[in-house]
């Protein structure tokens, strides 16, 4: 059944990743209106999170919000797609790589340093990984979940590495990392997924407890790379501006917590100035903070 679905729906997406840009943003009216206004795709999920997340807002301004997130939201879902034809200079005049976060990645290079990005889904981070590979001398990895169903995981696989950039499981990081250690590479972490509450670092992040993956602290530890937090900036429709800060020299100095909560702090404040580009519909505060943790 997996395989009929991939096939049935391959043509389409090949379809809409061919078409031309104000076409394509066209359709994107089109699939908002179906996904807000007539399947109410977690629009409770979305809504709650807004109101938790901003409680100094109006209910007009976030229902205003909410439907300026599911209209990116379907630009978001269209633009990945266009990744499988994209020709390389349309991909760098779309999504740009800010000329101060070039010199930091090739300051690194020049010293001989393999670094990790933090970042959160924030923007169009496929867009990112691209621009990033076609740009910069390191080599790119960017951590992911696999896709369970395994021809649609394919179809990603060669979305994302069109352009150079490798992929790493997220169960195989820490190995990965350790094999590719004698090269110079950059290895990408999206750090705002939910982990267990037991196992995670927390803390406050849009005024609610939130946890965080400790994973990506631990390997930045062993390592001893620098951290570089990455935004993907919206500059208007379709385009984007990719900005760095280093949040540490050296990850093996940091106490215990610490990275974490300067990389949650700076997505926060991202997200506090173009709400609507993260992705709300995502269950992020589903666990409460264990008893003990309080």
């Given amino acids: 059944m997996q395989r009929l679905i991939y096939y049935i729906s391959l043509p389409f997406i090949y379809l809409l990743s061919l078409l ?3 076409i394509l943003y066209r359709v994107s009216d089109g699939f908002y209106f179906v996904l807000f206004y007539v ?3 977690r629009k409770k999920v979305a809504l709650q999170n807004l109101r938790n997340s901003f409680p100094e807002k109006s209910e007009k301004e976030i229902k205003r919000l909410c439907r300026d997130y ?3 939201l379907c630009d978001l879902f269209l633009e990945s797609f266009k990744t499988l034809t994209i020709g390389r200079s349309a991909m760098l005049k779309r999504c740009t790589l800010s000329p101060a976060a070039k010199d930091i990645f090739d300051r690194y290079h020049s010293e001989g340093k393999s670094i990790m990005l933090v970042m959160g889904h924030f923007g169009n981070w496929e867009w990112a990984g691209n621009t990033f590979s076609l740009t910069c001398k390191q080599q790119l990895f960017v951590v992911y979940h696999p896709f369970g169903n395994k021809y649609f995981n394919g179809l990603m696989y060669r979305m994302r590495t069109r352009f150079g950039t490798g992929l790493i499981a997220m169960k195989d990081t820490f190995k990965d990392m350790v094999k590719n250690k004698a ?4 290895t990408a972490f999206i750090a705002d997924q939910t ?3 037991d196992n995670a670092f927390w803390t406050t992040f849009l005024n609610q407890d939130t946890p965080v993956f400790r994973g990506t602290e631990k390997i930045a530890k ?3 790379y620098p951290i570089v937090y990455i935004t993907i900036k919206r500059l208007k429709r379709g385009y984007y501006n ?3 800060e280093v ?9 215990e917590g610490e990275i974490s909560a300067l990389h949650t702090t700076r997505l926060e404040k991202d997200i506090r100035e173009q709400p609507e580009i993260w992705l709300w519909t995502h269950r992020r505060w589903k666990h409460k903070r264990p008893a003990e943790l309080h």
Avoid at 183 to 186: A, G, L
Avoid at 247 to 255: H, I, M, R, W
Wanted: proline fraction near 13%.
């Fill in 195 to 197: 982990p267990q509450p």
């Fill in 20 to 22: 031309p840009f104000p």
């Fill in 39 to 41: 399947m109410g795709y």
């Fill in 183 to 186: 090269k110079i590479t950059t």
């Fill in 70 to 72: 599911y209209h990116y």
């Fill in 247 to 255: 949040l540490s020299e050296d990850a093996k100095n940091t106490a």
């Fill in 242 to 244: 990719i900005l760095a």
């Fill in 222 to 224: 062993k390592m001893g």
